[in-house]
Nanobody, 126 residues
């Protein structure tokens, strides 16, 4: 069974940075595209970023482009989301998930992904 575990969330001041990690157990991340999503209570889940495993192509939501960077370390079996220039609007629970299209990144919408992690809370506040 594919299992993902997110970590690295926390409280950070506006303008600060965090790096989230998405670690896999029971399978090799190298064979899958991985997406990051976020959700605020009462709001729809938002696709944030995706990295393919075919050629490491990356995709970002407009709201985070230029501030967030997704990457993978196949040796550590982990995908990262480096988040810079954080604003209070980035406050959410962040989740990673496996693409149903295997190596390719699908549209950044929840139904195209599976094996969701439990999430990690990111709070941006002064």
């Amino acid at each position: 069974q594919l299992q993902l575990v997110e970590s690295g969330g926390g409280l950070v001041q506006p303008g600060g940075s965090l790096r989230l990690s998405c670690s896999a157990s029971g399978f090799t991340l190298d064979y899958y595209a991985i997406g990051w999503f976020r959700q605020v209570p009462g709001k729809a889940r938002e696709g944030v970023s995706c990295i393919s495993s075919s050629d490491d192509s990356t995709y970002y939501a407009t709201s985070v482009k230029g501030r967030f960077t997704i990457s993978r370390d196949n040796v550590k079996n982990t995908v990262y989301l480096q988040m810079n220039s954080l604003t209070p609007e980035d406050t959410a629970v962040y989740y990673c998930a496996v693409s149903k299209m295997r190596r390719m990144c699908p549209p950044l919408q929840g139904p195209f992904f599976t094996s969701w992690g439990q999430g990690t809370q990111v709070t941006v506040s002064s």
